[in-house]
């Protein structure tokens, strides 16, 4: 999906500093949560990343098929 992503038209950057970037940080920082011995405070910063990408990864499926939409249109 990231290589597509940049192929077609839409806003979306997946590679902003201090983000998730990819699926291996995301599972990452999957694991970071589920630790048990991770900080509440730790747990609460990687489940907002973890939100950010997936709305990321979202917003990115809905340009893809829009695009494909309009270029079937064509």
Same mark, same amino acid.
Do not use: H
């Given at each position: 999906? @990231? &290589?597509?992503?940049? %192929?077609?038209?839409?806003?979306? +950057?997946?590679?902003?500093?201090? +983000?998730?970037?990819?699926?291996?940080? %995301? #599972?990452? %920082?999957?694991?970071?949560?589920?630790?048990?011995?991770?900080?509440?405070?730790? &747990? +609460?910063? #990687?489940? &907002?990343?973890?939100?950010?990408?997936?709305?990321?990864?979202?917003? %990115?499926?809905?340009?893809?098929?829009?695009?494909?939409? +309009?270029?079937? @249109?064509?």
């Amino acid at each position: 999906m @990231k &290589k597509v992503i940049k %192929a077609i038209p839409s806003d979306i +950057n997946y590679e902003e500093e201090g +983000n998730i970037g990819g699926g291996a940080d %995301a #599972q990452m %920082a999957w694991f970071i949560c589920t630790d048990p011995k991770t900080s509440k405070e730790e &747990k +609460n910063r #990687q489940i &907002k990343l973890l939100l950010e990408y997936c709305t990321k990864d979202t917003l %990115a499926l809905y340009y893809l098929i829009k695009f494909l939409i +309009n270029y079937k @249109k064509k």
